[in-house]
């Protein structure tokens, strides 16, 4: 069974340390935004249960001095299963340079282990690679626009937007190949 993007980011968060949905919610004020995700506490709720009822968490009510008593989630056997057949799945990159799921995938995923890493480093790399090559400017607007459309400024912006994208992925290439050469590279 394939795991949402929730699901993934609540087992990825609780194999590092038991959290209640309060802490879960902080982790992703925190670090969401790096993960392109962030959610209210009704979604995290609701994923818990979901997962607590495929038998992938258990909890145990803990009591917080500074606020309400907490249901504290970890993984079950089960759980770690999911999230580790998740974290070695075939990782498919997003046509879309940047996309969110490549961090999701590098930060939780890569947490299992260096190959984990850097086989999501290297498919991810590879298809921008290829990506970059396939990419052509588009032509100029229809042969018959209508009137307020000027072809010319229309090809120029057009080129412009592109050239900012080239140079966004190319920035995002050259990230790619220094990090995997930063962790082909570690003794770790």
């Known amino acids: 069974m394939s795991l949402s993007t929730t699901e993934a980011i609540i087992l990825g968060v609780l194999a590092r340390q038991p959290a209640s949905g309060y802490d879960l919610r902080a982790w992703l004020e925190r ?19 979901r997962l607590r009822a495929r038998g992938y968490l258990t909890f145990a ?19 770690r299963d999911a999230i580790l057949a998740w974290a070695r799945s075939p990782f498919t990159p997003s046509p879309r340079p940047m996309d969110p799921d490549f ?4 930060i939780l995923a890569g947490q299992f282990g260096r190959d984990i890493a850097l086989d999501v480093l290297r498919t991810e790399l590879d298809y921008r690679l290829k990506q970059k090559t396939d990419v052509r400017i588009t032509p100029g607007p229809a042969a018959e626009p209508i009137p307020e459309l000027d072809p010319d400024w229309c090809t120029e912006v057009q080129t412009l937007a592109h050239e900012r994208g080239y140079a966004s992925t190319a ?16 003794e770790r």
Not at 34 to 41: D, H, N, Q, T, V
Not at 103 to 106: P, S
Not at 171 to 186: F, G, K, N, Q, V
Request: no cysteine.
């Open 103 to 106: 961090n999701l995938r590098f």
């Open 31 to 49: 670090h969401g935004v790096f993960l392109g995700y962030r959610a209210s506490l009704s979604p995290i709720y609701r994923t818990l249960a």
């Open 61 to 79: 009510v803990e009591d917080r001095r500074n606020g309400p008593d907490a249901k504290v989630y970890r993984l079950t056997p089960a759980g």
């Open 171 to 186: 920035a995002y290439i050259a990230w790619l190949e220094l990090t995997l050469a930063r962790l082909d590279s570690s």
